[in-house]
């Protein structure tokens, strides 16, 4: 099995293809979803001032010292600050200022005592106050200006993903634009004479093209706009017709018609532009890639539905993450302990839909049918794939295994 590669010499290769796609500007409200391309620094402290972390009274700390229910502190209420305030009242001994949680600290206070460790709380909160239980000193109950972040901080770095935190870290630290990468454009072509519209009925010899609902979904999922879906039928022709119609394509992605069957319009129309391999897998063994002279990336797969989520896991999708620039491209993975047996395929590495327990610690497959890459039923069970290495003959309950977490 020498003429096999390895997963990740292919891997290798179509990562060493990619360029990342151009930066743009753009508002933070459009930039879900998308990779930075620099650095995001705070332009201001977070916060910005001490304020309290409760709602309750600013006090001099010593003035509550040792407060108790037994020794209770009486202070006057001098000042009242809802968040949002400027003023900076000042106090003495004796006394106090209501405050609101975000409210900025006074500066003559260094301690805030909250509504519920006083005798009258929120309902008897002006005038004078009965202090029953003491700060724990000074800080109390107050948040530190730049605790959080100092101007100038990186808040994020370029090739992390824009999540809701992230953005929402960049819009606290006074952020209102990112550079972040373009979406890249991906055109999805599913091959086969066999296919038909999901929704007709098929005759004899016949199948629903689920690859492109598959692909398409894929790779929205990814943060890639898909610019275009085709079928076409086993026509080396239809090839080199399709791939004019996706000329704005960052990425094209054939499934189906890279074997070494009579009927392989991929292999037929592409031989000399693009490379087509063995890979030590299962499912997912041919596989195909190059890059055109125009500089778009070409994928070949496997036209059965699971060989297609394998290796647009394995190799598409990373390469889609490497174009955003982001600096992590595979998804989640956790080792687990096999519930069930299973049998693995000789000298190759094993990707099988599977079904995992994260609060157990466990993982099984999907479907009594294994890893055939027909059964396309079975990826609806699958939250995951577990990882085989091409050594190991086969899995006994108990086994660790190492899975690929699937949203």
């Keep these: 099995?020498?003429?096999?590669?390895?997963?990740?010499?292919?891997?290798?290769?179509?990562?060493?293809?990619?360029?990342?796609?151009?930066?743009?500007?753009?508002?933070?409200?459009?930039?879900?979803?998308?990779?930075?391309?620099?650095?995001?620094?705070?332009?201001?402290?977070?916060?910005?001032?001490?304020?309290?972390?409760?709602?309750?009274?600013?006090?001099?700390?010593?003035?509550?010292?040792?407060a108790d229910a037994t020794n209770p502190v009486r202070l006057r209420v001098v000042a009242d600050l809802p968040a949002g305030t400027s003023d900076d009242p000042v106090f003495g001994p004796g006394e106090a200022v209501?405050?609101?949680?975000?409210?900025?600290?006074?500066?003559?206070?260094?301690?805030?005592?909250?509504?519920?460790?006083?005798?009258?709380?929120?309902a008897d909160s002006l005038g004078e106050i009965t202090v029953l239980r003491a700060p724990a000193g000074a800080g109390a109950f107050v948040r530190r200006r730049g605790?959080?972040?100092?101007?100038?901080?990186?808040?994020?770095?370029?090739?992390?993903?824009?999540?809701?935190?992230?953005?929402?870290?960049?819009?606290?630290?006074?952020?209102?634009?990112?550079?972040?990468?373009?979406?890249?454009r991906v055109a999805v072509v599913s091959t086969g004479s066999e296919l038909v519209a999901p929704g007709t009925t098929p005759g004899r010899g016949q199948t629903p093209d689920s690859n492109a609902t598959l692909l398409a979904a894929l790779i929205a999922e990814a943060d890639a706009d898909v610019l275009l879906v085709e079928r076409v039928p086993d026509d080396a022709g239809a090839i080199?017709?399709?791939?004019?119609?996706?000329?704005?394509?960052?990425?094209?992605?054939?499934?189906?018609?890279?074997?070494?069957g009579a009927y392989e319009p991929v292999r037929q129309a592409l031989a000399a532009r693009i490379a087509f391999a063995r890979v030590a897998m299962q499912p997912g063994k041919p596989q195909a890639f190059g890059r055109l002279d125009d500089g778009r990336l070409v994928f070949g797969l496997p036209g059965n539905p699971v060989s297609v989520a394998v290796s647009f896991e394995v190799f598409v999708r990373?390469?889609?993450?490497?174009?955003?620039?982001?600096?992590?491209?595979?998804?989640?993975?956790?080792?687990?302990?096999?519930?069930?047996?299973?049998?693995?395929?000789?000298?190759?590495?094993?990707?099988?839909?599977?079904?995992v327990d994260l609060v157990a610690g466990t993982v099984r497959p999907a479907t009594a049918g294994g890893s055939g890459s027909h059964l396309?039923?079975?990826?609806?069970?699958?939250?995951?794939?577990?990882?085989?290495?091409?050594?190991?003959?086969?899995?006994?309950?108990?086994?660790?295994v190492d899975v690929m977490l699937i949203p």
């Design 98 to 122: 209501r405050i609101m949680t975000g409210a900025p600290l006074p500066s003559s206070a260094d301690a805030v005592v909250p509504f519920e460790d006083t005798a009258g709380g929120l």
């Design 1 to 66: 099995m020498t003429d096999l590669l390895t997963v990740e010499e292919h891997r290798a290769r179509v990562l060493a293809a990619v360029t990342a796609v151009p930066a743009e500007t753009v508002a933070l409200a459009d930039a879900a979803g998308r990779a930075l391309a620099a650095d995001v620094v705070a332009r201001h402290d977070l916060p910005g001032f001490d304020n309290s972390s409760m709602d309750g009274f600013a006090v001099r700390s010593l003035d509550v010292a040792g």
């Design 376 to 400: 396309a039923a079975s990826l609806a069970r699958a939250s995951a794939f577990a990882i085989v290495p091409a050594d190991v003959a086969a899995v006994a309950v108990g086994d660790p």
């Design 147 to 184: 605790g959080d972040v100092s101007s100038g901080d990186t808040v994020l770095r370029a090739g992390e993903h824009l999540g809701p935190f992230a953005l929402a870290a960049a819009a606290a630290a006074g952020v209102a634009e990112a550079a972040v990468r373009r979406r890249p």
């Design 318 to 355: 990373p390469a889609l993450r490497a174009l955003q620039g982001h600096a992590v491209l595979d998804r989640p993975r956790a080792r687990l302990t096999a519930a069930e047996a299973w049998t693995t395929p000789p000298g190759r590495r094993q990707y099988l839909p599977a079904a």
């Design 240 to 260: 080199g017709d399709v791939l004019g119609r996706a000329i704005g394509a960052d990425v094209v992605v054939f499934t189906g018609g890279v074997s070494a």
